[in-house]
C-alpha cells in the first residue's frame, strides 16, 4: 500500500504562486512515475502534471505548460507542484497519484485525498 498526503493549498491572488507538496509513505520503492491532477466543481479530473521517478522527465498539457513545474524529491519520496502566474479557472481541488505516468486517471493506482486551490480575480 501507498500513502498520499497534499498539502499547500489555499486561497490565492490571479497572478500569484503556491507551491503544493505531496509526501508519500509505505512501499514507495517501486514507483514509476506520479502526477498531479485538478478538478473544479461539476468537471472532470483533468491532467496536470507527471513526472517519471527514476530520470525525471515531465510532461504537461498546455493549459498549464510554462506556468506549473513538477518536481520530486527522491530522498523524501515527497512530490511538488510549483504554480506560477494563476489564473481563476485554476482552481479547483489538487490531487497527487502515483501510477504509471500517463495524462488519464486510469493510469494511476494511488491517489491522495487533495488539497483545494483558490485562485481570486
Known amino acids: 500500500q501507498v500513502q498520499l498526503v497534499e498539502s499547500g493549498g489555499r486561497l490565492v491572488q490571479a497572478g500569484g504562486s503556491l507551491r503544493l507538496s505531496c509526501a508519500a509513505s509505505?512501499?514507495?520503492?517501486?514507483?514509476?512515475?506520479m502526477g498531479w491532477f485538478r478538478q473544479a466543481p461539476g468537471k472532470e479530473r483533468e491532467f496536470v502534471a507527471s513526472?517519471?521517478?527514476?530520470?525525471?522527465?515531465?510532461f504537461y498539457p498546455n493549459s498549464v505548460k510554462d506556468r506549473f513545474t513538477i518536481s520530486r524529491d527522491n530522498a523524501k519520496n515527497t512530490l511538488y507542484l510549483q504554480m506560477d502566474s494563476l489564473k481563476p479557472e485554476d482552481t479547483a481541488v489538487y490531487y497527487c497519484?502515483?501510477?504509471w505516468g500517463g495524462g488519464h486517471p486510469g493510469d494511476y493506482e494511488y491517489w491522495g485525498q487533495g488539497t483545494q486551490v483558490t485562485v481570486s480575480s
Open positions: 513526472i517519471m521517478w527514476d530520470d525525471g522527465t515531465t
Open positions: 509505505g512501499r514507495t520503492s517501486s514507483t514509476v512515475a
Open positions: 497519484a502515483r501510477g
